[in-house]
């Protein structure tokens, strides 16, 4: 789910923090990327795209989507 909201900022250290989820969540579903049968994959590749696109800024600099709370059952 994408949240456009153009006066969402967000502190360094918060963003930092987030970051390190993000790369541990997409650490923790790599084996759904890479087994073609796993369980609920299609949900999973979704999240991780989600993952990925954050965070975005427009052309001004401005964070554009709040953070992924899309994730499926693992």
Same mark, same amino acid.
């Given at each position: 789910?994408? @949240?456009?909201?153009?006066?969402? =900022?967000?502190?360094?250290?918060?963003?930092?923090?987030?970051?390190?989820?993000?790369?541990?969540?997409?650490?923790? =579903?790599? @084996?759904?990327? =890479?087994?073609?049968?796993?369980?609920?994959?299609?949900? @999973?590749?979704?999240?991780?795209?989600?993952?990925?696109?954050?965070?975005?800024?427009?052309?001004?600099?401005?964070? @554009?989507?709040?953070?992924?709370?899309?994730?499926?059952?693992?």
């Amino acid at each position: 789910m994408t @949240i456009f909201n153009p006066s969402f =900022t967000v502190a360094p250290e918060k963003l930092f923090a987030e970051t390190l989820w993000r790369n541990n969540e997409l650490a923790l =579903t790599d @084996i759904a990327a =890479t087994v073609s049968d796993y369980p609920n994959a299609e949900a @999973i590749l979704v999240y991780r795209q989600a993952l990925r696109d954050w965070p975005a800024k427009n052309d001004d600099g401005e964070y @554009i989507n709040g953070f992924p709370d899309t994730r499926p059952q693992v």
